[in-house]
């Protein structure tokens, strides 16, 4: 009996605005406590989204592993070889900072169309899907040497020229070039199914394989317009 008394008279010390208060923000814990798991993503549907674009992501990570690879291969490069590879790599920031807007497009344009046009023509084929991945890659290491040899020779200052004015038009090539080899491989793979089963499968249309790579087309030239 003492011992509730104490309680009750403890209770009643408190004053009647901080017991509301409290009540309060009970309540409204209760209610973000019932409405915390419907806010939060469907862990089915994200496995399900994680699976569907697997090889998307498998292929940025190879973009960059390159990246990696050719910042150490940066150390060996200097600014005449950067302009050697500039066709395949898109690695001449000399020339996106001197030459003209036009110049600038067609070459980024180019270097990246290349990626695209090799990875169309694996697709093609039924061993394509083994060689495609190898096109990131190499995009990967022409950033890499890029932005380890800026780093290296203008420090700061050439970090933040690749950053500002590389990065978002290589970011859109690279993107490019992923959705393209993805693309390929589902080609080749459809193509060595359609070869080497025995079941009757429908033929792959090679109308829609054409279609798919207007994405990475639109890319290609956006990322030569952010050039």
Known sequence: MAFAASILCTYSCF?????HGKRKDVF???ILMQRLP???PDKAAFHSSLSLHRAKIILAVITVIGTVCGALLSRHADANLLEKLDF??????AQRADAPSASVFLASAASTSLFLLACFLCGLAVWGMAVAPLF?????VGLGMTGGYLLAAKGGWGALFYVAVLLPGAFSGC????????NAMRFA???R???FSNADEESPRFSRYIQRFGPALLLCFLGAALD
């Open 15 to 19: 004053p009647t605005h901080m017991l």
């Open 28 to 30: 409204w814990m209760k």
């Open 38 to 40: 419907s806010s939060m």
């Open 88 to 93: 395949l790599l898109n690695s001449n920031y």
């Open 136 to 140: 990131p890659f190499i995009r990967g």
């Open 175 to 182: 993107v490019s070039i992923i959705l393209g080899t993805d």
């Open 189 to 191: 793979q459809a193509l």
């Open 193 to 195: 199914k359609n070869c």
